[in-house]
């Protein structure tokens, strides 16, 4: 059975353009959000993750996905200053020299990556792991597509998909004559890196300070030529490239909200897809580490609230709802032993009210179970 090294590299500067300005709340979660891929584990795997991850918690995995954690090798850098994989960690002499010894003579072994970057392709060629492991797609920076916001405007518009009026800038008049046109309609403007994510680095422009400034890490006025001289500057910009990267600039529309659905993918010979569950919810846009409880069995970000079982079922019951043992609409279609006769699909109306938000901690939330899908005290 071909065995597998997994990386956890879900932040690098192949997927940003400026890891410096990611919010240090992300930073601390980014271990974590990697940590995740412990579920993706068989016996005989490595994971390499660039901070070490509770044995519980690799044993509670193990329990559920029939591993045992003493068959798999769990790696991180020796200096664990660092909280991203980037090629400088996954070069260090110290964790190629292991990777190396890992792999020799216990083959066949491949690589497989949170993201498929180019330093994942630097790393497969280090370790002679070549053949399968990397296309030759992503060692020619498909990472970077991917996370483009540039080749979204690019291909939205080639498919008539509907996006927000908005501009690619990589020179500080093409900044400046965005500003002018893109503000008539709401009287903001949001300037977006390139290559960035989690609002890292947005930057919002407005004329009235009462617009919120939901997504956006940073705010400048937008009257003056002082004030758009800042906003260039912000960006780095000149007038004839980008030395910081391109930046995208668009309508900034403070009042979105969004349409989130779960959909329920049978076998082909079970029937077809069916919407199950469906709610409004407003586009906040805000990191949310501290204000909603932890899901069980999760690592949680280091130094953050941890919550007693009965602190726990309070949070969940806020967080849910009150009605906490009914069969959701998943188990129901599912046909759940417990569950009333499932709805005639198709006829779902949206559960919670227009404008309802997570981050919001709205009190109505759609109702969660004690049943298949989800289990809860």
């Given at each position: 059975m071909m065995r597998r090294i997994w990386l956890g590299n879900c932040n690098s500067e192949y997927r940003v353009d400026r890891l410096e300005e990611l919010d240090p709340r992300e930073r601390e979660g980014t271990p974590v959000v990697a940590a995740?891929?412990?579920?993706?584990?068989?016996?005989?795997?490595?994971?390499?993750?660039?901070?070490?991850?509770?044995?519980?918690?690799?044993?509670?995995?193990?329990?559920?996905?029939?591993?045992?954690?003493?068959?798999?090798?769990?790696?991180?850098?020796?200096?664990?200053?660092?909280?991203?994989?980037?090629?400088?960690?996954?070069?260090?002499?110290?964790?190629?020299?292991?990777l190396r010894k890992l792999v020799a003579g216990t083959g066949p072994w491949e690589i497989c990556s949170y993201l498929s970057d180019r330093s994942i392709a630097s790393l497969a060629r280090e370790l002679d792991l070549t053949d399968g492991s990397v296309s030759g797609f992503d060692a020619a920076g498909s990472a970077e597509l991917f996370n483009s916001k540039a080749?979204?405007?690019?291909?939205?518009?080639?498919?008539?998909?509907?996006?927000?009026?908005?501009?690619?800038?990589?020179?500080?008049?093409?900044?400046?004559?965005?500003?002018?046109?893109?503000?008539?309609?709401t009287g903001a403007v949001i300037v977006k890196g390139d290559r960035a994510g989690g609002g890292a680095g947005n930057l919002l422009c407005r004329t009235n300070s009462g617009i919120i400034p939901a997504g956006a890490a940073?705010?400048?006025?937008?009257?003056?030529?002082?004030?758009?001289?800042?906003?260039?500057?912000?960006?780095?910009?000149?007038?004839?490239?980008?030395?910081?990267?391109?930046?995208?600039a668009e309508t900034y529309h403070p009042g979105c909200r969004s349409l989130c659905l779960e959909v329920l993918c049978p076998e082909p010979a079970s029937g077809p897809p069916q919407v199950v569950q469906q709610r409004w919810a407003d586009a906040v846009m805000a990191v949310a580490f501290e204000d909603l409880p932890p899901v069980a069995g999760f690592p949680v970000v280091p130094g953050r609230f941890r919550p007693s079982p009965a602190q726990l079922?309070?949070?969940?019951?806020?967080?849910?709802?009150?009605?906490?043992?009914?069969?959701?609409?998943?188990?129901?279609?599912?046909?759940?032993?417990?569950?009333?006769?499932?709805?005639?699909?198709?006829?779902?109306?949206?559960?919670?009210?227009?404008?309802?938000?997570?981050?919001?901690?709205?009190?109505?939330?759609?109702?969660?179970?004690?049943?298949?899908?989800?289990?809860?005290?």
């Amino acid at each position: 059975m071909m065995r597998r090294i997994w990386l956890g590299n879900c932040n690098s500067e192949y997927r940003v353009d400026r890891l410096e300005e990611l919010d240090p709340r992300e930073r601390e979660g980014t271990p974590v959000v990697a940590a995740r891929m412990v579920w993706l584990l068989r016996e005989g795997d490595a994971l390499v993750l660039p901070q070490p991850v509770d044995p519980a918690f690799v044993a509670h995995v193990g329990a559920l996905m029939g591993f045992d954690p003493r068959r798999v090798d769990l790696l991180t850098p020796q200096d664990r200053s660092g909280w991203v994989l980037g090629r400088e960690v996954l070069h260090r002499p110290e964790l190629l020299d292991r990777l190396r010894k890992l792999v020799a003579g216990t083959g066949p072994w491949e690589i497989c990556s949170y993201l498929s970057d180019r330093s994942i392709a630097s790393l497969a060629r280090e370790l002679d792991l070549t053949d399968g492991s990397v296309s030759g797609f992503d060692a020619a920076g498909s990472a970077e597509l991917f996370n483009s916001k540039a080749v979204f405007r690019a291909l939205a518009a080639g498919l008539d998909v509907p996006a927000p009026a908005g501009a690619v800038c990589g020179t500080s008049g093409d900044l400046h004559s965005a500003l002018d046109r893109l503000a008539t309609e709401t009287g903001a403007v949001i300037v977006k890196g390139d290559r960035a994510g989690g609002g890292a680095g947005n930057l919002l422009c407005r004329t009235n300070s009462g617009i919120i400034p939901a997504g956006a890490a940073h705010i400048l006025p937008r009257t003056g030529a002082q004030d758009r001289a800042a906003i260039v500057a912000r960006t780095g910009l000149v007038a004839t490239h980008a030395p910081r990267g391109q930046v995208v600039a668009e309508t900034y529309h403070p009042g979105c909200r969004s349409l989130c659905l779960e959909v329920l993918c049978p076998e082909p010979a079970s029937g077809p897809p069916q919407v199950v569950q469906q709610r409004w919810a407003d586009a906040v846009m805000a990191v949310a580490f501290e204000d909603l409880p932890p899901v069980a069995g999760f690592p949680v970000v280091p130094g953050r609230f941890r919550p007693s079982p009965a602190q726990l079922s309070r949070k969940r019951r806020e967080f849910y709802g009150p009605d906490l043992r009914s069969p959701c609409q998943f188990c129901r279609l599912q046909g759940h032993p417990e569950a009333p006769s499932p709805r005639r699909p198709g006829s779902l109306a949206p559960t919670g009210p227009a404008g309802s938000s997570v981050l919001a901690r709205s009190p109505r939330r759609p109702p969660r179970t004690n049943c298949s899908c989800r289990s809860l005290p």
